[in-house]
Nanobody, 115 residues
Framework: QVQLVESGGGLVQPGGSLRLSCATSGIIFSIYAMGWYRQAPGKQRELVATITSGGSTNYVDSVKGRFTISRDNDKKTVNLQMNSLKPEDTAVYYC?????????WGQGTQVTVSS
């Protein structure tokens, strides 16, 4: 059974930091591309960052220079370090794993940026 479990969300003030983690099981983690997506209330889910099996990364323009995605193939986890958070970063953040036709999602973790 494939499981992706996010953690690390919460309430943070503008300018603060959070580190999201996604623990996986049931997949050959090292071959999967991994990503973080987010969905704000009333908006469509959007891509935040991806990391390939080889470690290449990609970010949406709005988070470049502030967020960093990383993966640990030994621990089968993918992380998202979020710095200089803004209120517009408020959303539910989802972990994604994909390889070929295989595409899996976590349940999401809430991130709220507010003073």
């Amino acid at each position: 059974q494939v499981q992706l479990v996010e953690s690390g969300g919460g309430l943070v003030q503008p300018g603060g930091s959070l580190r999201l983690s996604c623990a996986t099981s049931g997949i050959i983690f090292s071959i999967y591309a991994m990503g973080w997506y987010r969905q704000a209330p009333g908006k469509q889910r959007e891509l935040v960052a991806t990391i390939t099996s080889g470690g290449s990364t990609n970010y949406v323009d709005s988070v470049k220079g502030r967020f960093t995605i990383s993966r640990d193939n030994d621990k089968k986890t993918v992380n998202l370090q979020m710095n200089s958070l803004k209120p517009e970063d408020t959303a539910v953040y989802y972990c994604n794993a994909y390889w070929g036709r295989m595409n899996y999602w976590g349940q999401g973790t809430q991130v709220t940026v507010s003073s």
